[in-house]
């Protein structure tokens, strides 16, 4: 995945509008389908947990399904973004104690995975206003960078693949 440049205003918009509606949607249909289902299938004794509960189940799971559709439309880009760079942060952070050792050994992919994942951090922290260890990340870059011009090499972020973590 590469890093790009989305606009903080309309990732916040549309991210709350995103949100908002599939609420509204989720709430929706899943008291639509438990209703249908009590009224068809429950009992008079108003026991009718698991109808509410595979009612509301059945509402997510159609909720799921529209939000994973939707997910390549336009509107989604950058809501969409955000979410595949927080599932790859996600991945690198399960193995930074690992990534970390290696770039110390002068290992060129875990360096060029740390540079990746500390770009990607502030742009995603950046986004959504997460910026109480951002003074600390900055810092780790600015010794990663350090590094990479000691060691006399030209590295991008946008040079990560997913399959350089298969080392580490």
Known sequence: MQLTDINKDTYRSH?????????????TV?????SLLVFYFGSAAGDNFFLNLLGVSIGG???AVC?????SSE???????????????????????????AANDNNIDAIIILLYNYHGSRQ????????????????ELIQLEDKIRQLGLKLEPNQYQRNLLIKF
């Open 67 to 71: 939000l994973h559709r939707l997910k």
């Open 124 to 139: 995603l922290w950046q986004l959504d206003d997460n910026v109480l260890n951002l003074q600390e990340l900055e810092l």
């Open 61 to 63: 799971a159609i909720a």
């Open 15 to 27: 991210l709350n509008v995103i949100i908002v509606s599939a609420i509204a949607f989720f709430a």
């Open 75 to 101: 509107y989604f880009y950058e809501v969409a973004y955000v979410w595949d760079l927080k599932h790859e942060l996600n991945l690198i952070n399960r193995r930074l104690s690992t990534l970390k050792r």
């Open 30 to 34: 899943g008291v639509g389908i438990s």
